[in-house]
């Protein structure tokens, strides 16, 4: 059974919307990330989370926030999507001394017209 | 700032066959280095790890990587592919201990002819 999963797995929006990508996970893992995944690149950190109530910036923040209300449930937030946010966004979660180890939801897709 | 790079972006082999998928990697210290694989519509599952010690690791599903220091490379092998080998292949990089912040390649597409 899919230990990480992400809802909606398909979304188009309006530019100028807003948007809320979910991520939930049974792993009990401390630490959660969000990349997104554009074609032909690889994956890039937006944000991530060492725990309940902690976010923090990767390396690509800019017009995306983060929500971690429990150890299980990590969202992203794009409050005024534009369509260079178009893109596949992905979950993953990680546990705590495993450096690098992911384990990662399958994907959202959002497409802003 | 680090970087990675997949010289390949398409490569295809047939089934049987021997592979290779190419990493190079810039960083002014030792990494901590890996290859995921993405399946059609799924997300990137680990397929291996280096962390130190000795510079051919083993992974899951028959594969295998190489660290070279001093070419600051991680090659994937695979001595014979089978067609569900078919995917994209990502290597990645990691700076820090004790986190899940990676530095990834664009990904390499594998294909597997029968």
């Known amino acids: 059974e899919a230990a990480v999963t992400q809802s909606p797995r398909n979304k188009v929006a309006v530019t100028g919307g807003k948007v809320t990508l979910s991520c939930n996970q049974t792993?009990?893992?401390?630490?959660m990330y969000w990349y997104r995944q554009d074609t032909g690149h690889g994956l890039r950190l937006i944000h991530y989370s060492y725990g309940a109530g902690s976010t923090e910036k990767g390396d690509i923040p800019d017009g995306y926030k983060a929500s971690r209300p429990s150890q299980e449930n990590f969202s992203l937030i794009l409050e005024l999507a534009t369509p260079s946010q178009t893109s596949v966004y992905f979950c993953?979660?990680?546990?705590?001394?495993?450096?690098?180890?992911?384990?990662f939801g399958e994907g959202s897709k959002l497409t802003v017209l | 700032a680090q970087s990675v790079t997949q010289p390949d972006a398409r490569v295809t082999v047939s089934e049987g066959a021997s592979l290779q998928l190419r990493c190079k990697y810039s960083?002014?210290?030792?990494?901590?280095l890996f290859w995921y694989v993405q399946y059609p519509r799924q997300g990137l599952q680990l397929l291996l790890k280096y962390y130190s010690g000795d510079p051919v690791v083993q992974g899951v599903n028959s594969f295998e990587a190489e660290f070279s220091k001093s070419n600051s490379s991680f090659h994937l092998q695979k001595a014979s592919v089978h067609w569900s080998d078919s995917a994209v292949y990502f290597c990645?990089?990691?700076?820090?201990?004790?986190?899940?912040?990676?530095?990834f390649g664009d990904g390499t597409v594998l294909t597997v002819k029968p």
């Open positions: 792993n009990n893992h401390n630490n």
């Open positions: 960083y002014s210290a030792t990494p901590y």
């Open positions: 993953a979660s990680g546990a705590t001394g495993h450096t690098g180890q992911l384990y």
């Open positions: 990645a990089l990691s700076i820090g201990t004790n986190t899940g912040k990676l530095t």
